[in-house]
C-alpha cells in the first residue's frame, strides 16, 4: 500500500472531515445535538493559517518552544527546570486524524484550567501554545513515517527553579512536540480487549506494576480509600449495565475529554447515559467495561481480576461507539491501528 495510505482506512461511507458525516450517526440529530452546540473555546487556531512554518526551513520533524521553532531531535530543558527538580509540570496530550488535531478546543480548555489550578502563568497565551500544536503537527505529519497519525503533547513548566538559580523568579517555559502514535500498543485490544486488576497501590506508575505482576499485561483500576473507582492510569472507565453506559462523577475521576466526547456519541446513537459512583461490586457485575483515552479513543476490558467481563469478548455497545467514533472522523479507528501495527512490524 502507498506510504501515507495504509494507515488511513476510511470510515465506511465517509469522505468528509473530522466531523463531516457525524450528522449521518442520527439522522434527527442533523448537527443539533449537545456536542455541537457545546460552548467552544474561543481561540484562533482552527481559524487561522500556519504563522511560524513559514519562518524556517527545517525539513525534519520539528518542536516549538516559547515561540521558538527547533529541531525535534534539539529539544531540550535545563536541568535545573522546576519541571524536572520538583515534577511540578502541567501537560496535555492531543492526537491527529488525517494530521488535523482533534478537540483541540477542549484540550485547550483542560490545559487552561490545569494551569490555573496549580498557579503557573504561562508565558505565553495558551490559544498560542495549542496554534502552535496544530502547526507542529501540520508539519511533522507528512513526514515519513508509517503513514498514521500522530501523538502532539503541549506541556508547561515553571520554569528555573529559584533555588538552583542564585533566587532569582523564574519564566515559565512552553513546550510542543509530536511523535508517531505507538499503535502497536493497543491495536489488538479492539479485538481481544484490555485486562483490569483491583490493587492497593494507588499511585502511578506503582499500581500498574502491581497489576502486570498479578496478570502480564493488566492494567490497574485506581480507586479512592473509600473504594469509590476513579480511572485507570491511562484512562477513563465505564460500564454497562442493562444497556446503558454508567460513569464516574466529575467528583470521583479526572475530567476525560475522550469519555466526553463518547457521552455525546453515546447520545447520539441513542444509548442512555448516567453518571454515579462505581465501586469494585459494579465492575465485577458489569455487562460491559470501556476505558476512554486520547490515543485509542475507546477501548473494551475483558478481564477484571482474571475472570471475564460479560462473555469475555468486546461487546455491543463498545461496538457501537467505536463505529460512530470512526464515523465521525471519517476514519476506521480499529483498522487504522491494526494497518499501522502491521507495518511496523513488517519494517526492518
Known amino acids: 500500500m502507498a506510504p501515507g495510505k495504509a494507515c488511513h482506512p476510511e470510515s465506511p461511507g465517509s469522505r468528509r472531515g473530522l466531523f463531516g458525516s457525524f450528522a449521518r450517526l442520527n439522522p434527527k440529530a442533523k448537527l443539533e445535538n449537545a456536542y455541537h452546540r457545546r460552548p467552544r473555546l474561543e481561540t484562533p487556531l482552527q481559524r487561522t493559517a500556519p504563522h511560524f512554518l513559514e519562518s524556517h526551513t527545517m525539513t525534519g520533524e520539528i518542536a516549538w518552544i516559547d515561540g521558538t521553532v527547533v529541531p525535534r531531535a534539539d529539544l531540550a530543558l535545563p536541568v535545573g527546570d522546576a519541571g524536572f527538580v520538583l515534577g511540578a509540570t502541567v501537560t496535555e496530550q492531543l492526537r491527529t486524524f488525517r494530521g488535523q488535531l482533534f478537540l483541540p478546543d477542549e484540550h485547550a480548555r483542560r490545559l487552561a484550567e490545569s494551569l490555573a489550578a496549580v498557579g503557573i502563568e504561562p508565558p505565553v497565551p495558551v490559544t498560542t501554545i495549542m496554534q502552535a500544536a496544530a502547526e507542529v503537527a501540520a508539519h511533522n505529519h507528512p513526514l515519513p513515517h508509517d503513514g498514521g497519525d500522530l501523538g502532539v503533547v503541549a506541556f508547561v513548566t515553571p520554569g528555573d527553579l529559584p533555588a538552583q538559580h542564585g533566587g532569582r523568579p523564574a519564566r515559565p517555559r512552553a513546550i510542543v512536540h509530536s511523535f508517531p502514535l505507538a499503535f502497536p500498543l493497543w491495536a489488538a485490544a479492539y479485538d481481544s480487549g484490555v485486562a483490569l486488576r483491583g490493587v492497593n497501590v494507588r499511585q502511578v506508575p506503582l499500581a500498574d506494576r502491581e497489576a502486570a505482576a498479578a496478570e502480564p499485561g493488566a492494567r490497574a483500576v485506581l480507586a479512592h480509600a473509600d473504594g469509590r473507582i476513579s480511572e485507570t492510569s491511562t484512562a477513563n472507565i465505564a460500564i454497562v449495565r442493562d444497556g446503558a453506559i454508567v460513569a464516574p462523577p466529575a467528583a470521583d475521576a479526572l475530567p476525560g ?92
Open 257 to 348: 475529554i475522550s469519555l466526553g466526547f463518547a457521552r455525546h456519541l453515546a447520545t447520539a446513537i441513542g444509548i442512555a447515559w448516567h453518571e454515579s459512583s462505581l465501586t469494585a461490586a459494579d465492575l465485577a457485575a458489569a455487562d460491559e467495561i470501556l476505558l476512554t483515552s486520547t490515543p485509542s479513543c475507546i477501548l473494551p476490558a475483558t478481564r477484571l481480576d482474571g475472570r471475564p467481563v460479560g462473555n469475555g469478548r468486546p461487546g455491543p455497545t463498545f461496538r457501537s461507539i467505536l463505529d460512530a467514533w470512526s464515523a465521525a472522523v471519517g476514519l476506521d479507528i480499529r483498522g487504522q491501528a491494526g494497518a499501522c501495527s502491521s507495518a511496523r512490524h513488517a519494517s526492518p
